[in-house]
């Protein structure tokens, strides 16, 4: 079984959102498999969040990490979210169109995110370099590892021994681009 996956070709965001709430809010398991009308949520959230016109040359129906932010905060009390990145051309990037307060750049030698802690959440930004943001998984800390659930098929993979830093997405061509956004109460 599986959580719904993404029905169209740039929602990961809401979907990856989605999946937050439901495993972090409801309890809910991809094991338990769809519900009717979670592929509707996960929309819903999509059309809230998505960049439309900005100024960060971002296509227009990409989902807008600062909008995942600030929904995170108003809608779910999640007050101490932030983007975190090791990758200094999506800081450069990022820098200029995020409040500074959200945003946690550490370029440390390895170049690679922080640890999640067991039961901890970050929504992983990959792409088909480390320098394009395209898509969104949702990653959660366990007490050896990390699940993974992409947007493309809604399946949970764990992942043994590593972290979210050292995680390559198994959706093939895309890679980490060491940025996500941390969800913090």
Not at 79 to 104: C, E, M, W
Not at 121 to 138: K, Q, W
Not at 145 to 164: R, T
Not at 172 to 178: A, K, S
């Amino acid at each position: 079984m599986a959580f719904v996956g993404q029905d169209g070709l740039n929602n990961c965001g809401g979907f990856a959102m989605a999946y937050w709430v439901w495993m972090a809010l409801n309890g809910r398991h991809p094991n338990d498999g769809p519900q009717y009308n979670d592929a509707a949520m996960a929309n819903n959230i999509y059309q809230q969040i998505i960049f439309r016109e900005n100024d960060m040359g971002m296509p227009e129906e990409f989902s807008d990490p600062r909008k995942m932010i600030e929904m995170l905060r108003r809608d779910f009390g999640m007050s101490g979210t932030v983007l975190h990145t090791a990758n200094r051309a999506l800081y450069n990037l990022f820098i200029g169109h995020f409040n500074p307060a959200d945003v946690i750049a550490d370029f440390p030698e390895r170049n690679t995110l922080p640890d999640l802690a067991p039961g901890q959440y970050a929504i992983l930004i990959v792409g088909p370099d480390e320098n394009s943001p395209t898509h969104y998984v949702l990653v959660q800390g366990t007490c050896d590892g990390v699940n993974v659930i992409d947007p493309a098929n809604g399946v949970l993979v764990y992942y043994h021994g590593i972290n979210i830093g050292d995680l390559y997405v198994g959706n093939p061509g895309l890679v980490n681009t060491q940025t996500a956004i941390y969800i913090n109460p």
